[in-house]
């Protein structure tokens, strides 16, 4: 069955530079959220979409924007990285029948 | 105070014991709980869900929910080496619309050969 997918799998960027991550919802999932996990963290949410708006807000970083485009899949875009940001982040995805997530492999961000 | 409060562990246990990892959470709105595994640098995996009060059992796994305390547990019988994880509970709501899932912080456990 077809999964999140999420791309890239790793990242390595510079201090100030910018970041895109890319998240594929599973096929007919209409919510997509995004969380980052921090080395020995709890996933902390950070912003979510539905019906490609934007509908909850989480600890996102005013240096993080992201959208959902008519296709459903989402973008993270992160801007004046810092060393901070270096993390796991992951999309969920999940459907109007279910209540539940299914999370893709994760993006691991490093930030040098 | 945080919505969802999980037992930090670490939890350490012998193979082939009998493992309880619990959750609690103040918003009577929960409706759907869930249990996920994380191995090291993985997504979290949906080991299982229940709706509403109940029990639910998958296997060496199973799911209480008691919503009347506002206290979820997932039992693990048997462990085995390959448990070795860590366990996030979350909840959200309902279905329809868009539904928030809200994790607790997660119980690492080690199952010991």
């Known amino acids: 069955a077809a999964g999140v997918i999420q791309s890239p799998r790793h990242l390595i960027k510079e201090k100030r530079e910018t970041a895109t991550l890319k998240c594929y919802p599973i096929p007919r999932h209409d919510t997509v959220y995004w969380y980052q996990q921090g080395p020995g963290q709890d996933p902390q949410f950070l912003i979510s979409?539905?019906?490609?708006?934007?509908?909850d807000k989480g600890s996102i970083p005013d240096r993080f924007s992201a959208q959902q485009f008519s296709d459903y899949h989402s973008e993270l875009n992160m801007s004046s990285l810092e060393l901070g940001d270096s993390a796991l982040y992951f999309c969920a995805s999940s459907s109007p029948e279910g209540s539940t997530a299914f999370f893709g492999q994760g993006t691991r961000l490093t930030v040098v | 105070q945080k919505e969802v409060e999980q037992d930090p562990g670490p939890l350490s246990v012998p193979e082939g014991a009998i493992v309880s990892l619990n959750c609690t959470y103040s918003n009577s709105a929960f409706q759907y709980f869930m249990w996920y595994r994380q191995y090291s640098r993985k997504g979290p995996e949906l080991l299982m869900y229940?709706?509403?009060?109940g029990n639910k059992e998958d296997g060496r796994f199973t799911a209480q929910v008691d919503k009347s305390s506002k206290y979820i547990s997932l039992f693990i019988r048997d462990s085995q080496p390959s448990d070795s994880a860590t366990y996030l509970c979350a909840m959200s709501a309902g279905t329809g619309g868009y539904q928030k899932v809200t994790f607790g912080t997660g119980t690492k456990l080690q199952v010991i050969p």
């Open positions: 979409f539905y019906e490609k708006m934007q509908s």
């Open positions: 229940t709706y509403s009060s």
